[in-house]
Structures are given as C-alpha cells and as structure tokens.
C-alpha cells in the first residue's frame, strides 16, 4: 500500500481545504452515528482522513482514535486537534489492509473506506477482531446502482487501474449493496440501520451490533 500512501500524503493539504459535496448527508450521517454512541464508548475510526468527523463525534465518547493510511492526513488531523484541544482524541496512522490491532473498541466506525482496501474479506475480518462482542461497526460506502450514474461509476472505474499505475488514483474497487451485505451477514452481524446518502450513486450507510 505504499503507492496509495503516496498518493493520499501528496493530495491532503489540497483534500483538507476541499468542500463537502453534500452537506444534507454528511449532516445526516453524522447524526445517525452519534444516536448509536454512547458517552462511555471507545471507539475506532479507520480511514479518518484529516478527522473533521473524530472532531465532532469524539467529545460525544469516552475515547476516540482516529487512524489513517496517510502520514500527513495523521498531521492535518492533529493540527485542527491541537486547536480544538479534545483531550480524548487521539489520532495515529493505520493500514486496514495489511494490520489489526490487539485493543478491542466498543465501536468501529469506516466511512468512505472499505471501497478503498484491496482486500474487503480480510478487512472486515480485521474489523470483526478489533470490535469487542455487542460492539457495534458503522460503515458508509459507495456502492453501484443500477440507474445511469451506476454505469457512469464502473465506466470511471475502468480507468482507475491506469490512473493508479501513473501515481494519479489509489487503489479501488466498488461492489454491489447485496454484495456488502452478504459479507457483513458472513460476520453474523445483526443490521440495526441501514441506507443510502445520498441515493445514487448510492453511499450505503450501515449500523451492524456484533453478537455478544
């Protein structure tokens, strides 16, 4: 993954001053996310980018780590802490796709990554080992659909291999919402919520408790 850290450290200045596309289900997400979280929680972000989420969700917890592929996402992420001061939020660099940690979290959040690791089984196999039992893994990930956008999506995909190859795209692979949901219910993971926001392309946003 050493090319894909290459590419996120050098777009994160340039990622960090970059507008929310869709502010409505950003919003939404991060409601969503909160009602599910208790004040006593720790908890997991993976793929935390440069931690506008870990800002807002971290003082609603106990604890909260933010990790990341990218050295200076990481860097960014601390800066903004340092000015916020959240005494209880840390943030460290992370590969999904290649480790897991020993600590155990009461929930693990992933939005806009699982899309992102090359190896999807062995990443939520990953996630599985690191939630403790009851836990609860909330992810939101883009997803194909069926409509126009949906063909428009797998045409971009086909050139993403090439554009990764000159250094100008990370690694990626899109699968279907059946797909995602058929490898969560593999876990034997309980759905509590579920969606898309937006709709289309769909970003599927998923709440799943592990069993106890």
């Known amino acids: 993954m050493a090319s894909d850290r290459k590419f996120w450290n050098k777009i994160a200045r340039k990622y960090a001053t970059s507008k929310i596309s869709d502010m409505a289900s950003y919003e939404y997400t991060l409601a969503r996310t909160q ?8 908890v997991l972000e993976l793929g935390c980018g440069t931690g506008s989420m870990a800002l807002v969700l971290a003082p609603c917890v106990g604890a909260y780590l933010g990790t990341d592929l990218s050295d200076e996402m990481i860097a960014i992420a601390r800066e903004k802490n340092a000015a916020e001061g959240i005494a209880h939020l840390r943030f460290d660099t992370f590969d ?3 480790h897991q940690m020993d600590q155990q979290f009461d929930a693990i959040l992933a939005f806009n990554l ?3 690791v090359p190896d999807l089984n062995a990443a939520l ?12 893994f909330i992810s939101k990930t883009i997803c194909y659909s069926s409509d126009w956008r949906g063909i428009a999506l797998r045409a971009i995909m086909a050139v993403v291999p090439i554009l990764r190859a000159f250094g100008k795209a990370p690694y990626a692979k899109i699968t279907t919402i059946p797909d995602l949901h058929s ?18 392309p769909p970003r599927r946003y998923i709440v799943a408790r592990k069993p106890v």
């Open 114 to 116: 699982l899309h992102l």
């Open 35 to 42: 009602s599910h979280l208790l004040q006593t929680d720790q």
């Open 125 to 136: 196999r990953r996630i599985d080992h690191m939630l403790k039992p009851g836990g609860v």
């Open 183 to 200: 490898r969560i219910d593999a876990l034997g993971y309980e759905v509590l919520e579920q969606g898309n926001h937006p709709a289309s």
């Open 96 to 98: 999904l796709g290649a």
